[in-house]
């Protein structure tokens, strides 16, 4: 079992950043990929940016985040990051960490966190 915890969403205006933290717990060992997923009121959950380990911390990025957000890893922590820049009011959603095994951007036998809440006004 891996727990994860997710901090740092919050409320920002149009332009802003904010940095999630994602702490990780229990078997990490077992999971090769960790990443970052969201979901916006009345959509699907959408793959926001993946980084992968054992390809040297390989990183996939949604086309929509691609330039504005990065994703990064701490192994000696067991933390992941994703650092967003020049949010836009579309980013607004609810940010999940996940860790499990990735192809690209899509998850498989993934563990989730709660979730952290993300604000961008206008």
């Known amino acids: 079992q891996v727990q994860l915890v997710e901090s740092g969403g919050g409320s920002v205006q149009a332009g802003g950043s904010l940095r999630l933290s994602c702490s990780a717990s229990?078997?990490?060992?077992?999971?090769?990929?960790m990443g970052w997923f969201r979901r916006a009121p009345g959509k699907e959950r959408e793959a926001v940016a993946t980084?992968?380990?054992?390809?040297?911390?390989?990183?996939y990025y949604a086309d929509s985040v691609k330039g504005r957000f990065t994703i990064s890893q701490d192994n000696a922590k067991n933390t992941a990051y994703l650092q967003m820049n020049n949010l836009k009011p579309e980013d607004s959603a609810m940010y999940y960490c996940?860790?499990?095994?990735?192809?690209?951007?899509?998850?498989?036998?993934?563990?989730w966190g709660q979730g952290t809440q993300v604000t961008v006004s206008s």
């Open positions: 980084i992968y380990t054992p390809a040297g911390l390989q990183t």
């Open positions: 229990g078997s990490v060992v077992s999971t090769s990929c």
């Open positions: 996940a860790a499990g095994d990735c192809a690209s951007l899509t998850l498989y036998n993934g563990y």
